[in-house]
């Protein structure tokens, strides 16, 4: 497996298997715990590349626009950037993959939802008595090749 990469070193295309299909409400971590209970759905497919490690020592986290996938379903797919994010204090920069190129609509969902997911991880950390480490960094698309 490979370290994750700036967006100008991605992948061209990653093998993804799927772990929370979009709609549900539910995250879990690697281990299939529960790692958090969203107040809205999710409104893209969220699973990991087998093949490549994220900053967070774990597989890579991926995103996958489109029509709602099964959980545990596999299918490999063009990487068209990433959103960079910090949880934890740790990088875990989150790959775009699509069959398609994100189009303006889904780039600004991809900012709006994980803008909205920072803050309720921060305010999770306010919580547990925790100081806020999460931040939301921005969409970064691939260059075009």
Same mark, same amino acid.
């Given at each position: 497996? #490979?370290? !994750?990469?700036?967006? !100008?070193?991605? /992948?061209? @295309?990653?093998?993804?298997?799927?772990?929370?299909?979009?709609? =549900?409400?539910?995250?879990?971590? !690697?281990?299939? #715990?529960?790692?958090?209970?969203? /107040?809205? $759905?999710? $409104?893209?497919? *969220?699973?990991?590349?087998?093949?490549?490690?994220?900053?967070?020592?774990?597989?890579?986290?991926?995103?996958?626009?489109?029509?709602?996938?099964?959980?545990?379903?596999?299918? @490999?797919?063009?990487?068209?950037? #990433?959103?960079?994010?910090?949880?934890?204090?740790? $990088?875990? %920069?989150?790959?775009?993959?699509?069959?398609?190129?994100? =189009?303006?609509?889904? #780039? +600004?969902?991809?900012?709006?939802?994980?803008?909205? *997911? !920072?803050?309720?991880?921060? +305010?999770?950390?306010?919580?547990?008595?925790? +100081?806020?480490?999460?931040?939301?960094?921005?969409? %970064?698309? +691939? $260059?075009? @090749?």
């Amino acid at each position: 497996m #490979q370290k !994750a990469h700036e967006p !100008a070193d991605l /992948p061209p @295309t990653t093998q993804v298997v799927i772990e929370v299909p979009r709609g =549900s409400f539910i995250k879990r971590d !690697a281990h299939g #715990q529960i790692d958090l209970l969203s /107040p809205i $759905p999710a $409104p893209f497919n *969220y699973g990991r590349s087998p093949e490549h490690h994220g900053g967070d020592g774990e597989p890579q986290d991926v995103v996958v626009l489109g029509p709602r996938l099964p959980r545990g379903h596999t299918t @490999t797919l063009r990487v068209w950037g #990433q959103v960079r994010f910090v949880d934890g204090g740790q $990088p875990d %920069h989150k790959w775009v993959c699509a069959a398609a190129a994100p =189009s303006r609509r889904q #780039q +600004a969902l991809l900012r709006g939802f994980f803008g909205v *997911y !920072a803050a309720i991880k921060q +305010a999770r950390d306010v919580l547990r008595a925790r +100081a806020p480490r999460s931040r939301f960094e921005g969409w %970064h698309p +691939a $260059p075009k @090749t």
